[in-house]
């Protein structure tokens, strides 16, 4: 009876393994459920990089992403942009990559709604306003180019901003000029665009590089934190979830941490159960009597 149990489950099909990874996925992210994270050093740096800036002086960030590095970077942007607005630290958003455009505008009009929504409801506080407060570029190709003009004269590369308002016009740029009338450039990226803000922009004109990569692109940029070229790293999901516990903020990384974590005891589950179960079936296999031989070990066939 036993044996005929363990085979069922080591036979068990695969499907309903998948419908368990989905219900935890759900659980996760609808429960109230929270994965503590420990905050590393590149992300306290980065962090403290931001703190500690002016906050008169406006932050880049570049958004160069596809639409499939979105789940581990849009929290990033998510919790850069508050973090920026809550030390009323205007923010300027450029992209590298022609997806990153409709992105950033996206992910822009959600924080600073969010943040109008409140201001309207409890009174506090004063509205963000495009021009003011933000700014988004939008798209120029040849990165490394528009890196290193980014240094000379922003209106260079971008005389107006996405919507055709010309960035004269806009208070935030009276004294914004390039990157020595700003806090620290941004890159979240999911390609190697990382490489060529640290090499044009950091090397060359001395503004902070902070980085937010995906998990799998962090390790090769650890060399660059080590030598200062990098100011500061958020890698990955988890990253982001550090970030969003640093500022006192939650959001969407933390309940994707939840949602990874219980996936992966899922799966680590998953296989003890089975090994033991294919260990267990083995042993109890080898203790049975061969069809061949009686009761009592004897051969029950003829001469």
């Given amino acids: 009876m036993a044996s005929s149990g363990l085979q069922r489950f080591l036979t068990l099909d695969r499907r309903w393994i998948f419908l368990l990874e989905a219900v935890v996925v759900v659980l996760a992210l609808v429960g109230p459920?929270?994965?503590g994270v420990k905050i590393t050093k590149p992300v306290s740096d980065f962090h403290r990089v931001i703190h500690q800036s002016d906050p008169a002086k406006p932050l880049l960030v570049a958004v160069d992403t596809p639409p499939a590095g979105l789940p581990e970077l849009e929290p990033m942007v998510v919790a850069i942009?508050?973090?920026a607005f809550s030390r009323s630290q205007p923010v300027i958003l450029v992209s590298l990559q022609m997806e990153g455009v409709a992105i950033s505008e996206r992910i822009l009009?959600?924080?600073?709604?969010?943040?109008n929504d409140q201001v309207s409801r409890t009174g506090r506080g004063e509205p963000l306003v495009s021009g003011v407060d933000y700014a988004l570029l939008g798209f120029r190709a040849g990165f490394s180019s528009v890196i290193?003009?980014?240094g000379e004269e922003i209106r260079n590369v971008f005389p107006t901003d996405f919507y055709g308002t010309p960035l004269d016009t806009m208070p935030l740029?009276?004294?914004t000029h390039n990157y020595d009338d700003m806090a620290a450039a941004v890159d979240i990226s999911w390609s190697s665009t990382p490489e060529a803000w640290v090499e044009y922009a950091g090397v060359t004109y001395g503004v902070p590089i902070l980085v937010g990569c995906t998990a799998v692109s962090a390790p090769q940029y650890y060399a660059y934190l080590q030598t200062g070229q990098m100011a500061g790293l958020l890698?990955?999901?988890k990253g982001a979830a550090e970030y969003e516990r640093i500022t006192n903020n939650p959001g969407a990384a933390g309940r994707g941490?939840?949602?990874q974590f219980g996936v992966h005891a899922l799966l680590v589950l998953a296989i003890v159960l089975g090994n033991v179960a294919f260990f267990l079936d083995r042993f109890m296999s080898s203790r049975r009597p061969s069809?061949?031989?009686g009761p009592t070990g004897t051969d029950n066939r003829g001469a």
């Fill in 81 to 83: 942009l508050r973090h």
């Fill in 148 to 150: 290193i003009s980014l």
């Fill in 173 to 175: 740029f009276r004294n």
């Fill in 291 to 293: 069809p061949s031989t």
């Fill in 109 to 115: 009009n959600r924080v600073t709604g969010e943040i």
């Fill in 33 to 35: 459920f929270v994965v």
């Fill in 235 to 237: 890698g990955g999901l």
């Fill in 257 to 259: 941490m939840v949602a």
